[in-house]
């Protein structure tokens, strides 16, 4: 956000916690895929209900923590 007025940025420099938890959903979600496709090739085991589990939950919580934590665009306001 920047201060018409005085051009000046109003946002702090540096990561937010909003982009850190957001980060740690996308890792979540990736956590759950290479999970899977390890397993498979580890152990030539596709149909396993654990392996279903596990997965399932670490990528559904990725991605519900990332629409929950995902950046809202920066509405302009009509001056």
């Not at 209900?49 to 596990?54: E, K, L, R, S, T």
Request: charged share 15%; net charge negative; proline share 3%.
């Amino acid at each position: 956000m920047t201060d018409e007025k005085e051009g000046v940025s109003t946002r702090a420099k540096g990561i937010t916690a909003g982009e850190i938890e957001f980060g740690l959903c996308v890792l979540l979600l990736v956590l759950g895929i290479v999970f899977y496709l390890w397993w498979g090739f580890s152990y030539g085991g596709w149909l396993d209900n654990g392996v279903y589990a596990v997965t399932i939950t670490l990528v559904l919580f990725g991605l519900a923590g990332m629409l929950v934590t995902a950046p809202k665009p920066i509405q302009k306001v009509a001056s």
